[in-house]
């Protein structure tokens, strides 16, 4: 069994191969040819969970392990850690273990970015980015690589941290122009830009009410049921799309606050062929998160194994 660090785990994944992994994985779900329970949330302390998702196809199956403790920075250590196991589907042999927050950070992106190439009425020149957080980071990086864009707005409560951000950012990825914004500018910024997409864990809606319909809007960081990126007039006047309807069922608080019809709501799966995704105003895009796409990355990193 070969052991990938973070470093070589996204070495693995480059996105060119990863997207079109997740579009047969999200058709395979679709088909039942993927079985993925809900994950398996077991509370550790008041303040820590194991996370256990498993994912099997006809060729690999999966399950990434995950431990989140919210107190860790205390002890300077990282709150969420663990890794995805792979193994042979009809033998059962263990072919790898890959960094799971890597995987995790690799393939949500790649869900966004699907999304996008499916949604988007056109492609994006520019990005305005809510949040300041490691999924924030690599939504930069992944917009930069698959579609070339290198202008980015960045809008964060925290101002300073917001500018750090940034500051920190440009620095990595040599070209990018990465500009702080107030959340007050959110809404021009998006207008401009044609996209905007929100990566926070936050209680109450980030993204502007009144966008244009010719915007898209993606919601990636609200996981629970407290949380909302969407407000509800946005989701009401829009069709919505989700990575995973069973999984956004139990934790997308924006629609589920909201009380959205769940009969609006379409997978991922059911647009990917473009027939009615330019019909109307430009759907919203949720995602949760689901096994699956820890599968699609696993096969894209088999090559290596």
Same mark, same amino acid.
């Given at each position: 069994?070969?052991?990938?660090?973070?470093?070589?785990?996204?070495?693995?994944?480059?996105? %060119?191969?990863? &997207?079109?992994?997740?579009?047969?994985?999200?058709?395979?779900?679709a088909a039942g040819l993927?079985?993925?329970?809900?994950?398996? =949330? *077991?509370?550790?302390?008041?303040?820590?969970?194991?996370?256990?998702?498993? %994912?099997? /196809?006809?060729?690999?199956?999966? #399950?990434?392990?995950? #431990? =989140?403790?919210? $107190?860790?920075?205390?002890?300077?250590?990282?709150?969420?850690?663990?890794? &995805?196991?792979?193994?042979?589907?009809?033998?059962?042999?263990?072919?790898?273990? !890959?960094?799971?927050?890597?995987?995790?950070? $690799?393939?949500?992106?790649?869900?966004?970015?699907?999304?996008?190439?499916?949604?988007?009425?056109?492609?994006?020149?520019?990005?305005v980015i809510i949040g300041?957080?490691?999924?924030?980071?690599?939504? @930069?990086?992944?917009?930069?690589?698959?579609?070339?864009?290198?202008?980015?707005? *960045? %809008?964060?409560?925290?101002?300073?941290?917001?500018?750090?951000?940034?500051?920190? !950012?440009?620095?990595?990825?040599?070209?990018?122009?990465?500009?702080?914004?107030?959340?007050?500018? =959110?809404?021009?910024?998006?207008?401009?830009?044609?996209?905007?997409?929100?990566?926070?864990?936050?209680?109450?809606? *980030?993204?502007?009410?009144?966008?244009?319909?010719? &915007? !898209?809007?993606? +919601?990636?960081?609200?996981?629970?049921?407290?949380?909302?990126?969407?407000?509800?007039? !946005?989701?009401?006047? $829009?069709?919505?799309?989700?990575?995973?309807?069973?999984?956004?069922?139990?934790?997308?608080?924006?629609?589920?606050?909201? /009380?959205?019809?769940?009969?609006? =709501?379409?997978?991922?799966?059911?647009?990917?062929?473009?027939?009615?995704?330019?019909?109307?105003?430009?759907?919203?895009?949720?995602?949760? +998160?689901?096994?699956?796409?820890?599968?699609?990355?696993?096969? &894209?990193?088999? @090559?290596?194994?």
């Open positions: 069994m070969k052991i990938f660090d973070a470093t070589r785990t996204a070495q693995a994944l480059p996105y %060119a191969q990863l &997207v079109p992994a997740v579009a047969r994985a999200a058709r395979e779900l993927i079985r993925a329970p809900e994950r398996q =949330v *077991v509370p550790i302390d008041g303040d820590s969970v194991l996370l256990s998702m498993p %994912a099997i /196809g006809s060729d690999l199956g999966v #399950t990434k392990l995950i #431990t =989140v403790h919210a $107190r860790n920075g205390a002890h300077g250590l990282p709150a969420i850690q663990g890794e &995805v196991i792979v193994f042979d589907t009809a033998t059962g042999l263990r072919r790898a273990l !890959l960094h799971g927050p890597t995987v995790t950070a $690799r393939r949500t992106a790649a869900v966004t970015l699907l999304g996008i190439e499916t949604l988007a009425p056109r492609k994006p020149a520019s990005a300041s957080g490691i999924q924030a980071e690599a939504h @930069i990086e992944a917009l930069s690589d698959y579609f070339g864009i290198r202008d980015f707005r *960045v %809008a964060g409560r925290n101002q300073e941290r917001t500018s750090e951000f940034c500051k920190r !950012l440009s620095g990595r990825l040599p070209g990018i122009s990465a500009l702080p914004i107030d959340m007050a500018a =959110v809404l021009p910024a998006a207008e401009q830009a044609g996209l905007v997409i929100a990566l926070t864990t936050s209680r109450s809606p *980030v993204i502007p009410a009144d966008l244009p319909p010719d &915007v !898209l809007a993606v +919601g990636v960081g609200a996981f629970k049921p407290d949380m909302a990126e969407f407000p509800p007039e !946005l989701l009401h006047r $829009r069709r919505i799309v989700v990575d995973d309807i069973d999984g956004a069922r139990h934790e997308a608080g924006d629609l589920l606050q909201a /009380g959205i019809d769940w009969n609006r =709501v379409t997978p991922i799966a059911g647009n990917l062929e473009r027939k009615d995704a330019t019909e109307g105003s430009v759907p919203v895009f949720k995602t949760v +998160g689901q096994a699956a796409w820890d599968l699609a990355a696993a096969r &894209v990193a088999s @090559i290596l194994f």
